[in-house]
């Protein structure tokens, strides 16, 4: 799905519910993420979660974070 198909669907579930049309389609992205920060989530981990790039070789290459592992750092949040 293109950002272009997604937005508008956005803006019409937005609309359709009557919610404050100042949201965006990134606004549950950055409160995922502020979230898992405040809860200590790893950063590594966080990237991988979101599909954010991982610049350190050993973390891109070598590390690899099965979904237990990504599901244990998610429950820091609770």
């Known amino acids: ?11 019409k579930v937005i609309e359709s519910l009557g919610l404050n049309k100042e949201h965006r389609p990134h606004d549950p992205r950055k409160t995922f993420i ?4 405040k809860a200590d989530v ?8 979101v ?3 991982i610049k350190d070789i050993t973390e891109s290459v070598y590390t690899v974070r099965d979904v237990e592992w990504l599901r244990k750092d998610l429950e820091k949040m609770q």
């Open 51 to 53: 599909g954010h790039s």
């Open 34 to 37: 502020t979230r898992c920060r």
């Open 1 to 11: 799905m293109t950002y272009d198909k997604y937005s508008y669907r956005f803006t």
């Open 42 to 49: 790893d950063i590594n981990a966080l990237k991988q979660m």
